[in-house]
């Protein structure tokens, strides 16, 4: 019997064959944390008398970046002093977000086995990469030891095939997988991306759906491995041979799913499960007060590329704050030189530090009781953006644009 991605990527670094469901220990090739996370990794670490790291280990300071009160600047300073004590890499306020500036770094692989006290670390899948989330035990663990244990997940393999519609996004064709599977329709699988529409998904793309299988329940998601994967790592400098693995054609698949997305509409999902998806037409009467576009979902250029084609030259509804957020440093500086930025701020766009803003709900645009929210973000749930009596729509950053401009819920494609 044949392999999924999954089962040959875990038995690779288990030095031993495995199946779907096995139990093994695997080396892991790259573990990190953020600025949530990392100070209980530290503190975890503190138990052994650890001399070295034995394997390659990231912070990124995002969540809180820059960091709203004394609290927090005290992990700050904790996790910058660990990273001088064991030359660990360390990404300080202003990089950006940690699913966009450790895949730009060029650590990350296809065929690596990642952990991260991070639960959207299935972003990097988009590469071809085991990646996953983990709590900051067992990061902690995997940098004691070197490896950790792993419980082969069983595979649905996805496919998406059509033409993507005018004003039709690769969040709007996440948010109708979602819808189908629902949050917990792939709990602890792995998830398998293939068709050929994906030849015309950019690696942008490719991050927003991997970023959002966790949305299912999934362990991990991947993507091909092909020329898009090629020219992108060739754009950040990264011009080594990459291993490229594929699944068996005789690979056993729990479930295989075909979508045709060539009817599909932009995609909203409602408050307070993302799972309650509707088309962006039956949702044109809610009235919003905030929409925020960034996040590890999308935050990246092409994200910002589109948003600033709908908002150039127009001003955003006068009772709407527009807050913006670049995933990256690098995100922002192109921004920058390609305009994209002028053209926020000339509608009256807020733009915020590369870092993950007000996704998370600490700081740097919390709404008040009883505002909306259109998000590009992943989650919105009950105060997730820190008040649990506001409500948080996801949507496209076409969609979140639009709408930015009218001061409803609209429809992208009026400016398209």
Known sequence: MGKTLAEKILSIHANKDLKAEDLAICKVDFVFGQD???HLIIEKLKQFNLKKLKTEFCMVIDHNSPSP?????????????????????????????????????????????????????????????????????DVALSLVLGKNWFKVP???????????????????????IIKDIKSDGATYKSIEFSGPLLEYINMDGRFTICNMVVEMGAKCGFMPV??????????????????????????????IKEYDIS??????????????????????????????????TNGRLTDLRIAAK???????????????????????????????????????????????????????????????????????????MGNPYSKIYLASPATVAASALTGYITDPRIYL
């Open 36 to 38: 949530g996370t990392s």
């Open 69 to 137: 009160n004394q609290v927090i600047s005290k992990v700050h300073n904790q996790m910058r002093q660990f990273s001088v004590k064991y030359k660990s890499l360390l990404f300080d306020i202003g990089c950006g977000i940690c699913h966009q500036v450790i895949p730009e770094s060029g650590k990350i692989k296809p065929s690596d086995l990642v952990l991260g006290a991070d639960s959207h670390t299935c972003t990097y899948g988009a590469l071809g990469a085991f990646a996953t989330g983990v709590g900051s035990t």
């Open 154 to 176: 069983k595979t649905i393999k996805i496919i998406i095939k059509g033409k993507i519609p005018k004003g039709i996004f690769p969040k709007d064709i996440i948010l109708y």
């Open 226 to 255: 092909d020329e898009i994967t090629y020219d992108w790592y060739k754009s950040i400098g990264e011009n080594k041979k990459l291993r490229r693995l594929t699944a068996d054609k005789d690979a056993k698949y729990e479930l």
């Open 263 to 296: 009817e599909l509409n932009p995609q909203v999902s409602c408050p307070h499960a993302v799972d309650d998806v509707k088309d962006v037409s039956s949702l044109k009467s809610i009235k919003i007060q905030q929409a925020f576009l960034g996040t590890c």
């Open 310 to 384: 709908i908002i150039r030259k127009r001003k955003v509804a006068k009772d709407v704050k527009f807050i913006i957020a670049p995933a990256s440093r690098k995100v922002l500086m192109e921004a920058i030189k390609e305009g994209i930025i002028e053209t926020f701020i000339n509608s009256g766009g807020i733009v915020l530090p590369p870092g993950c803003g007000p996704c998370v709900g600490t700081h740097q645009g919390i709404p008040a009781d009883n505002e909306v929210v259109i998000s590009t973000a992943n989650r919105n749930f009950k105060g997730r």
